[in-house]
């Protein structure tokens, strides 16, 4: 288990380094640049060529990425292209507790929701409530998350005149007027979550129900609830933490969506500000960040099959 770990912690920055490299040459071959952006939303701005020269721009990209390369190896994620020209360092220190708060919320939700209508699914086959259930999540898998989002916007305004959108409020200063605001997007995101995580449940555990061991373990007299969540469920719990995992990859690309939406400070919408205003110094250390959170999330998904199933050996 060592050395998968240690192995798998080595392969990290070598994923990273792939991906920043193809990241960069698309926001290169991107029409318009950060000095284009800047100049744009200047009402008397100086000559475009001078922005370029003064925003390092005006350099092959090769230079412009292993400048950048060599300035992060050194600890130094650079600064924004955007005026005021503030540390990127600082810009995502500021937004990433928005984006985790989000996410772990969403998780929650997702688990409290998604868990138990997948047992009682795979419990009550082909029931009405079975039915109902399978429907619910189907429509939750197939409906996309701004749409939903749209809706909780609109309809709350038009019947009853209340606007889900608020000021944002971080959690240190009103930890309740906070979660007033992140339940939505959390909510948003966990709906799609949640659907697709009961239905892996559903359908592993009724490959479990008929087994073997199943039978001898009803045969032995044990309560269903014993061999429903002992027997059944933990056994089934190898596809759902693949699932689950794979969801949280999902959830941080969801926040691009969702912290839009409601104008949330996050991880998500700073990403897209920075997308529209080609500050690639922005872009890359977002997306890098989520795509190492995620690697070390499937890292932990892979540990924690061993000691759900100890005859997984790595």
Do not use: C
Request: overall charge neutral.
């Amino acid at each position: 288990m060592r050395n998968y770990i240690i192995r798998r912690l080595v392969a990290m920055p070598l994923m990273l380094l792939v991906m920043s490299f193809v990241l960069f040459l698309l926001l290169w071959i991107k029409p318009g640049d950060a000095a284009f952006a800047v100049v744009a939303g200047i009402e008397e701005a100086r000559n475009l060529d001078v922005w370029r020269e003064e925003l390092g721009l005006d350099r092959p990209w090769y230079v412009q990425y292993f400048d950048w390369l060599g300035n992060v190896f050194q600890g130094d994620l650079g600064d924004s292209l955007r005026p005021p020209r503030n540390p990127v360092a600082d810009k995502v220190q500021e937004r990433i507790g928005n984006t985790i708060e989000i996410g772990l919320l969403t998780i929650a939700i997702s688990a409290i929701i998604g868990l138990p209508i997948g047992i009682i699914s795979a419990i009550r086959r082909n029931t009405l409530s079975d039915y109902t259930l399978r429907t619910a999540t189907i429509v939750g898998i197939s409906v996309p998350n701004f749409w939903t989002g749209t809706l909780i916007i609109i309809f709350p305004v038009i019947w009853w005149g209340w606007n889900p959108i608020q000021p944002y409020t971080s959690f240190t200063e009103d930890p309740l007027t906070n979660l007033s605001i992140v339940i939505f997007p959390a909510a948003i995101l966990a709906y799609g979550s949640a659907a697709y995580t009961a239905r892996i449940v559903r359908s592993s555990m009724l490959e479990v129900f008929f087994s073997d061991y199943v039978r001898t373990a009803r045969a032995k007299g044990l309560r269903e609830r014993v061999v429903v969540m002992r027997h059944v469920f933990r056994t089934s719990l190898i596809p759902v933490l693949t699932v689950i995992g794979l969801q949280l990859g999902a959830i941080l690309g969801g926040a691009v969506v969702a912290e839009s939406i409601f104008a949330i400070p996050g991880m998500g919408l700073l990403m897209l500000e920075s997308v529209q205003t080609e500050d690639y110094p922005v872009v890359l250390t977002v997306v890098l960040l989520f795509a190492l959170m995620f690697m070390i999330i499937t890292l932990a998904v892979d540990v924690l099959y061993t000691t759900v199933d100890p005859r997984i050996r790595y």
